[in-house]
């Protein structure tokens, strides 16, 4: 059974950072694409960034240069990168990931992922 469980979140300071992981398991093989979603209250859910399994990385425009998403060369630790953090990007972070393989602009466009974990909250505030 496929299971992605993140972690790695936790209230901060604005300025602060925080690397939020994602850990997959139960596959045979590597997953072709991979994202990283957030969700605040009364908001619609939000693309923060996505990895294919070449390693090829797309991010949104709302948190490009602040974040950065990596993939381990196994290819079960999907990692989020935050820096800079302000109070807006208090949500609750998921992980997603889908066994199709995708590359780039097609992992980034992706819309029917497979996979979700149950979130990691993030909290920034003074």
């Known amino acids: 059974q496929v299971r992605l469980v993140e972690s790695g979140g936790g209230s901060v300071q604005p300025g602060g950072s925080l690397r939020l992981s994602c850990r997959i398991s139960g596959v045979a093989d590597s997953m072709g694409c991979m994202g990283w979603f957030r969700q605040a209250p009364g908001k619609e859910r939000e693309r923060l960034a996505t990895?294919?399994?070449?390693?090829?990385?797309r991010y949104g425009d709302s948190v490009r240069g602040r974040f950065t998403i990596s993939l381990d060369t196994g290819g079960d630790l999907v990692d989020l990168q935050i820096d800079t953090l302000k109070i807006e990007d208090t949500a609750m972070y998921y992980c997603a990931a889908d066994p199709s393989n995708r590359r780039g602009y097609y992992c980034w466009d992706y819309k029917d992922f497979d996979y979700w974990g149950q979130g990691t909250q993030v909290t920034v505030s003074s």
């Open positions: 990895i294919d399994k070449y390693g090829g990385a």
